[in-house]
C-alpha cells in the first residue's frame, strides 16, 4: 500500500535529479532546432523554405502548343553574361515555320539570359519559368532605331528615328507572353541617368511594344526597369494584360509608364500590381495633328482589380495624347496608394478628338495629394504645326463608390471656356480629407450632376439630385471658376 503524501519511489531523490537535467538538455536541443528552422524561413521570405525547396524538381513548363522548344536548343546561356540575341532570334524563326501547324512554345529556363532586342513571331508563346529573367543589355549601340509612330510624328523626345523595345512584335496574330512569374528586366539605370544628362539623341524605347496586331495575352509574368514606357500595345485589337507585376523606382525613372494602351480596340488589364515612376496606366490615342491624321481611337477598355502607386504622377490617365478620341472605358476596383494624383485625363487645345463615355466605379485612395483630375490646358506638343482651335471633347464621365482617406484634394476638374467638361457624375463618394478648408472639390466649366450625398460638398457647378433620381437643385454657376493650384 502507498502512504498518502509520500513519493510511491524511495530512491526518487538519486535519480529525478538526472531525469530532470536531461529533459532540460532535451528542451534546450528541441528550441535551438526549432529557432533555426524559423530563422532558415525568415531568412528566404520569399521563396518559403529555402533549405527544402531545393529538394524538390523544377517545375516543368505547361505545353500550350504543339510544339515546344528551350532556349538552349538554340545556344542559350543564362549566365547574365553570354549575349543570347542570336539564340533569341534562331528559336522565333523556327517557330515562324510553324505557324500553319499551330505555332510553337518558347520557354526560357531559369537564368539571366542577357540580350539586345528582338523580335517575336506570330502563333508563338515565350515561356519564362520562375527565375527566369530576360535582361536588356545596356549599351544602347545594341538596340535599332525605328520610324517614329505614325500617330505622333516623331519620336517622343527628339526628332527623327527612335529606339526600339527589347521584346518587339509587329503585324502579329495570336501572340502570348507568360509564365511562372519570370521577369523581363530593361536594365533601366543607365537609359535614366544618360536622358538626364542629355546625353541620348533618340526618343528612348519601350520594354515591351507589341504593334498592329490582334489577340494578345500576356500574363503572370514581371516587368522591371524599363528604359520608357513599359508595356506599350500600339493600334492592336483583343488585348488581354492579366496577373502581371510591373516595376519601377517610383522617382528617378523618367516616363516609366505601366501599360500604355495606345489606339487599341478591346482591351482588359486586370489583377495587375504597378509601381512605377509615372503613370501606372495611360490611355492613349496619338499626339496632335499627327493623331488626328492617324484616327485611330482607343475604344473598349476594361481596366479592374488593380493596385497600383505613382508617387509623380497618377494611378489611372487619359492622355495627354488622345488625339484620335478615347471612348467606353470602364474602370472598376481600383486601388490608388501613396501617389500624386488618383484618376487623371489630360489634353489640350490642339489635341482634337474626344474623352467620352468613361465609367469609374469602387475606386480607393489612400494617401493621394489629388484624388481626381481633369485638365484641359497640357500645353505640350509635337512641333509648331499643331492647330489650337483643334479642341477635344470631354462627356459622360461618371464616378461611383469613390473611397479613401489622406487625400489633400478630392476633386479638381479644370475646364475651359473653350474646353467644357459635359455630363459628369458623382454618386456615392466618401473620402477623408487632409486639407480641411475650403477648394478642396475644384471645378471650372464643368456640367453635369451629383446624385444622393457625397463627401466632401461637391461644387456649386453641379445640379444636386436625390437618390431615388429627382432634381432637388439645379446649378446657376457651371462656367463659375474655382481651381487653387497652390493647395
Known amino acids: 500500500m502507498v502512504e498518502i503524501g509520500r513519493f510511491p519511489f524511495p530512491n526518487h531523490r538519486r535519480w529525478l535529479p538526472g531525469f530532470v537535467s536531461t529533459h532540460r538538455t532535451l528542451f534546450l536541443v528541441i528550441w535551438v532546432v526549432g529557432f533555426a528552422t524559423v530563422f532558415l524561413w525568415q531568412s528566404s521570405s520569399i521563396d518559403g523554405l529555402l533549405f527544402f525547396r531545393r ?8 505545353s500550350l502548343r504543339p510544339f515546344a522548344y528551350n532556349i538552349t536548343d538554340f545556344g542559350g546561356v543564362g549566365d547574365g553574361v553570354t549575349l543570347n540575341t ?3 532570334e534562331r528559336a522565333v524563326a523556327k517557330i515562324a515555320r510553324l505557324r500553319r501547324r499551330g505555332g510553337g512554345q518558347l520557354n526560357v529556363p531559369p537564368g539571366v539570359w542577357l540580350t539586345a532586342p528582338f523580335n517575336l513571331t506570330s502563333h508563338m508563346t515565350l515561356f519564362l519559368a520562375e527565375g ?16 517614329p509612330l505614325p500617330s505622333y510624328g516623331f519620336g517622343r523626345e527628339h526628332k527623327g528615328p527612335r529606339y526600339g523595345s527589347l521584346i518587339h512584335g509587329q503585324n502579329l496574330k495570336d501572340l502570348v507572353i507568360t509564365g511562372n512569374n519570370g521577369t523581363i528586366n530593361g536594365q533601366g539605370q543607365a537609359w535614366w541617368t544618360k536622358y538626364r544628362k542629355r546625353l541620348l539623341n533618340n526618343t528612348r524605347g519601350p520594354l515591351v511594344q507589341i504593334m498592329w496586331s490582334k489577340d494578345i495575352v500576356i500574363s503572370n509574368i514581371t516587368l522591371r526597369d524599363s528604359p520608357f514606357w513599359t508595356l ?3 493600334d492592336c485589337k483583343n488585348v488581354t494584360v492579366t496577373n502581371v507585376t510591373i516595376l519601377a523606382p517610383v522617382t528617378g525613372a523618367p516616363n516609366t509608364d505601366g501599360i500604355d494602351p495606345d489606339s487599341c480596340e478591346d482591351v482588359v488589364i486586370e489583377n495587375c500590381y504597378i509601381c512605377v515612376g509615372d503613370d501606372a496606366i495611360a490611355i492613349k490615342s496619338g499626339w496632335d495633328q499627327y493623331g488626328i491624321a492617324y484616327g485611330r481611337p482607343s475604344t473598349n477598355i476594361l481596366i479592374r482589380n488593380l493596385t497600383v502607386r505613382s508617387v509623380v504622377s497618377a494611378g489611372v490617365s487619359i492622355g495627354s495624347e488622345m488625339s484620335g478620341g478615347v471612348s467606353n472605358v470602364t474602370v472598376e476596383n481600383l486601388h490608388v496608394w501613396e501617389s500624386r494624383r488618383g484618376i487623371r485625363m489630360k489634353t489640350a487645345p490642339g ?7 468613361i465609367s469609374y466605379h469602387n475606386v480607393t485612395l489612400d494617401i493621394v495629394r489629388v484624388g481626381i483630375v481633369i485638365k484641359t490646358d497640357y500645353n505640350e506638343h509635337p512641333d509648331e504645326g499643331f492647330d489650337p482651335k483643334a479642341v477635344p471633347l470631354i462627356e459622360n464621365i461618371s464616378f461611383s463608390g469613390i473611397h479613401g482617406e489622406g487625400v489633400r484634394v478630392p476633386v479638381r476638374i479644370h475646364g475651359s471656356e473653350d474646353i467644357p467638361v459635359k455630363g459628369v457624375s458623382f454618386r456615392d463618394m466618401s473620402v477623408g480629407i487632409t486639407y480641411k478648408k475650403k477648394h478642396i472639390f475644384q471645378c471650372s466649366f464643368v456640367h453635369g450632376r451629383v446624385i444622393g450625398s457625397i463627401f466632401p460638398a461637391p461644387c456649386e457647378n453641379l445640379d444636386l439630385y436625390d437618390e431615388q433620381g429627382q432634381l432637388v437643385k439645379q446649378s446657376v454657376s457651371q462656367n463659375s471658376t474655382d481651381i487653387d493650384y497652390d493647395i
Open 132 to 147: 527566369a529573367e530576360i535582361r536588356g543589355i545596356e549599351d544602347e549601340r545594341y538596340w535599332p532605331l525605328m520610324p
Open 55 to 62: 529538394a524538390l524538381p523544377e517545375m516543368a513548363a505547361p
Open 232 to 234: 506599350h500595345p500600339f
Open 86 to 88: 542570336k539564340a533569341f
Open 351 to 357: 489635341r482634337g478628338g474626344y474623352i467620352r463615355n
